[in-house]
């Protein structure tokens, strides 16, 4: 797998202009759902915040919107006419109650916060990741399959279309996306020091119910 390392220009910041903007994005009252774990990426040098499970985030500026990824699935939806994006992070694709964590809800959330920025689904167009079988023995339950199968067939049914992927397969990935620019990056990680990444597709796992099926560009770094 070849390597590059990407950057946004007018986006980078040194450690103490990092610092000072990850205090600021801290001090911003945020709505349910929506991630919240604020920090200074030094390899970039941006201030970037992390989605969890069942978290989203929206915004218009470059700031570097991450999270990691066994066969949970994000989807990062982009408006190139008012550069506005976001990515959500869910490990189901349907279960009880309204939760991030299932696929239908986590979908809408991440659409009408996309929507309330100025953004139309008209002209939304996306980019997934995850889905990965990253726990050896547990491929009869395709979790990372039924997730991936989920949000494409979501997109398709919403007529967004899905400009670049990186999906299933058995790697765990690491995915950075730029809000304003669009940009994503994605990371395909070694299966070893995935502790929490298993015990998270563990718990989707003991949650999962066997379901019926309904019939750009991708930067590494």
């Known amino acids: 797998m070849s390597i590059s390392t990407a950057t946004t220009s007018g986006s980078l910041l040194n450690g103490g202009a990092g610092a000072a903007r990850v205090a600021q994005l801290k001090t911003i009252a945020r709505k349910t759902g929506e991630a919240s774990f604020f920090f200074y990426d030094a390899h970039f040098k941006n201030a970037a915040v992390k989605v969890l499970p069942g978290e989203y985030f929206v915004d218009s500026e470059d700031l570097l919107v991450m999270t990691t990824l066994g066969s949970c699935i994000a ?4 408006d190139r006419h008012v550069m506005v994006g976001g990515m959500n992070h869910f490990m189901l694709p349907d279960g009880q109650g309204d939760s991030g ?3 239908t809800f986590a979908m809408e959330l991440l659409i009408n916060e996309m929507m309330k920025r100025g953004a139309h689904k008209s002209r939304m167009e996306a980019k997934v990741f995850g889905g990965g079988a990253v726990i050896a023995g ?3 339950i395709n979790v ?3 997730n991936t199968n989920f949000v494409m067939d979501f997109l398709k049914t919403e007529r967004i279309p899905v400009v670049s992927k990186d999906v299933m397969d058995v790697y765990p990935r690491k995915v950075c996306f730029l809000p304003h620019s669009g940009k994503a990056m994605v990371k395909r990680l070694a299966p070893t020091n ?3 990444l298993v015990m998270q597709d563990k718990v989707a796992a003991q949650k999962a119910q066997p379901v019926a099926n309904s019939g750009g560009s991708v930067e590494l770094f």
């Open 144 to 146: 990372g399959e039924r």
């Open 101 to 103: 964590r299932y696929g």
């Open 75 to 78: 989807a990062c939806l982009w």
């Open 194 to 196: 995935t502790d929490a």
């Open 138 to 140: 547990m491929n009869s």
